[in-house]
């Protein structure tokens, strides 16, 4: 794997959903255990930083009133807004105490399921070279999908560590990683990216 032009891309690892007391934690919890994701996302960071790769983690955040949603939001984003989540400048929208983040990491908020709407990731990447892209983080079916997506119709070369997601359900996240990300990525599990990254 040719590591000068990767990202690891990691999608809402956030305390709302990846702490014990963050608020959608209860929704996940059954899916983050049944794939391990907290250590499979902490063992692909520290091979990633290994080699050099950029890791980059996009942010869900809100303004108190959740203006961003318009009027009258429906679907996801109405449980987000009746739960009280990912505010932005709080606990709960930081990234997870759990995840092995650190200063030099690059950090993009956004409001919403596209990593690549209305953020400046596309342009960061672009500037820097970078077209293959990792992907691991929350949920599965939902902002993790939407973001493989796009980045395979940008053109990107799309990964997707299909041990470092989870979902509302793992029966939700098993259909999206065998039925749909073969479709628009290359899955792999994270001891697969570790190993082609020691290669």
């Known amino acids: 794997m040719n590591t000068t032009i990767s990202a690891l891309i990691l999608v809402d690892c956030q305390n709302d959903f990846l702490a014990e007391k963050g608020v959608l ?9 049944a794939n391990d994701v907290v250590r499979n996302i902490n063992r692909s960071i520290a091979s990633a930083r ?5 890791i980059i983690f996009t942010s869900m955040c809100f303004s108190e009133d959740y203006s961003e949603m318009g009027e009258s939001p429906y679907g996801i984003l109405a449980t987000v807004k009746q739960s009280g989540a990912f505010v932005r400048d709080t606990w709960g929208s930081a ?12 950090v993009i908020q956004k409001n919403t399921m596209c990593a690549f709407k209305q953020t400046k990731l596309k342009k960061i990447l672009d500037e820097q070279g970078i ?3 990792i992907f691991g ?4 079916d939902l902002c993790l999908e939407t973001s493989v997506r796009s980045a395979y119709d940008m053109g990107y070369e799309a990964i997707s560590l299909i041990d470092c997601m989870a979902s509302i359900s793992q ?9 749909n990300f073969p479709l628009f990525s290359k899955p792999m599990t994270h001891e697969s990216f570790i190993k082609e990254l020691a290669a």
């Not at 290994?50 to 950029?54: E, F, L, N, S, V």
């Open 131 to 133: 077209n293959r892209l």
């Open 171 to 179: 029966a939700a996240h098993i259909s999206s990683v065998e039925d």
């Open 137 to 140: 983080g929350l949920v599965t």
């Open 95 to 106: 990234i997870a105490d759990g995840i092995n983040s650190n200063e030099d990491d690059m």
């Open 25 to 33: 934690y209860p929704a996940v919890v059954d899916s983050l255990n």
């Open 50 to 54: 290994k080699q050099g790769i950029p």
